[in-house]
């Protein structure tokens, strides 16, 4: 048996076949419909935030994000994360100015940007890498003191909370993506939460083409997600808290066997945080050693996946260079191994004992 990164979480069918009946019956597909409104309603509820709208996917809900908080010039953001972090700023033809990670959280380091302000930059766009929350304290007094808008790219964070809080409510705004790969799923999918009635109502204008009716208030673009999407997230919802725990079920075998001495891994000392374990990441020695281990894996039908590579300072479309050593060095290194809920605890331990006796 094929054992991949990650493997989609299903409903019973039978569920879902149910969740959709009603679509039979009004023929809403999309557009707004009742079971996108019921979704965006037990979001809000499960996360705990007053402005958030489901979107077609993570990518287009930074997009809109970057597109309605009108910035400028220079935005200050990380190496170390997906390339739709980068790209979305790219998109605005703004100028992505990047700053290095914390080697314990992997997390931009908030004690670097202030060097990297200047006066063309607007806005800092965050990932809280792996679910783990960036240092939002600090971000936000920088921003406060330099007038910038904070973006949090909250991708993996759904689920996981700071100071009782969903990770997802820090920033102006904060996005998330309900990919088919992530702890939470829609299929394709995502969320814009947002701190401010006003920039709600934005974004709500931008996710559809920018018109009310016959009112044209702007440039917009079709950000939004179907009833079909909106009715596989309804039947994931409820089952999120124990999708989770198996994670972490599955997460601690990991910690538990893996030989901590050749090998690195994320951590954070700040308190109150709950994880929702939605990577398992290992920092290996050396990229040949991850060369090996990969090729080790993969003769047993386990594949790995290098996340994130590269780092994205390093983008072969860029045409400036940001020196960013940590984020450079880890992306060499950084392979995340199978992590779903229900990946066996016996192949948990196949793949502990081959990483160790590669090492
Ligand atoms: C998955 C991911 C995205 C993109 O989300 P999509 O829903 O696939 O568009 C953006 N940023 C990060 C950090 C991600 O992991």
Redesign the pocket.
């Known amino acids: 048996m094929t054992i991949n990164v990650t493997k989609s979480f299903l409903p019973p069918f039978e569920e879902y076949q149910e969740a959709i009946k009603g679509i039979w019956e009004n023929t809403w597909l999309t557009n707004n419909g009742p079971l996108v409104r019921k979704l965006e309603g037990q979001l809000k509820e499960y996360l705990g935030v007053e402005n958030l709208l489901y979107v077609g996917?993570?990518?287009i809900a930074l997009q809109i994000a970057v597109k309605a908080l009108e910035l400028k010039g220079e935005i200050i953001t990380t190496p170390f994360?997906?390339c739709?972090?980068t790209t979305a700023i790219l998109w605005e033809n703004l100028k992505p100015v990047f700053v290095d990670i914390e080697p314990d959280t992997f997390n931009i380091d908030a004690n670097l940007i202030e060097a990297a302000i200047t006066e063309k930059t607007s806005a800092i766009l965050a990932?809280h890498v792996y679910g783990r929350p960036c240092d939002v304290e600090k971000i936000d007094q920088i921003a406060k003191k330099y007038n910038l808008k904070v973006i949090y790219?909250g991708?993996?964070s759904f689920g996981a909370t700071y100071k009782g809080k969903s990770v997802l409510s820090y920033g102006d705004v904060s996005t998330c993506?309900f990919?088919a790969t992530?702890v939470f799923h829609t299929i394709?999918g995502?969320s814009v939460v947002s701190n401010d009635k006003d920039l709600h109502t934005k974004l709500e204008l931008y996710r559809s083409f920018g018109h009310r009716g016959d009112d044209y208030y702007s440039v917009g673009i079709n950000a939004k997600n179907s009833e079909f999407h909106a009715a596989m997230g309804l039947c994931n919802l409820p089952k999120v808290e124990d999708i989770i725990d198996k994670r972490r079920i599955i997460s601690e075998k990991y910690d538990a066997l893996l030989n901590w001495e050749k090998l690195k891994r994320p951590t954070q000392s700040i308190a109150e945080f709950e994880y929702n374990y939605a990577y398992y990441p290992i920092i290996l020695p050396s990229e040949g050693k991850l060369f090996e281990v990969t090729e080790a894996l993969q003769k047993e039908d386990i594949t790995p996946r290098r996340y994130f590579y590269p780092s994205l300072n390093q983008l072969p479309y860029l045409d400036f260079y940001n020196p960013c050593p940590v984020s450079e060095s880890y992306s060499l290194r950084a392979l995340s191994l199978p992590l779903f809920y229900d990946l066996d605890l016996n192949d948990v331990e196949k793949i502990s004992t081959i990483i160790n006796q590669t090492l």
């Open positions: 996917n993570g990518t994360s997906y739709a972090t990932t790219d991708a993996h993506s990919h992530k394709e995502g």
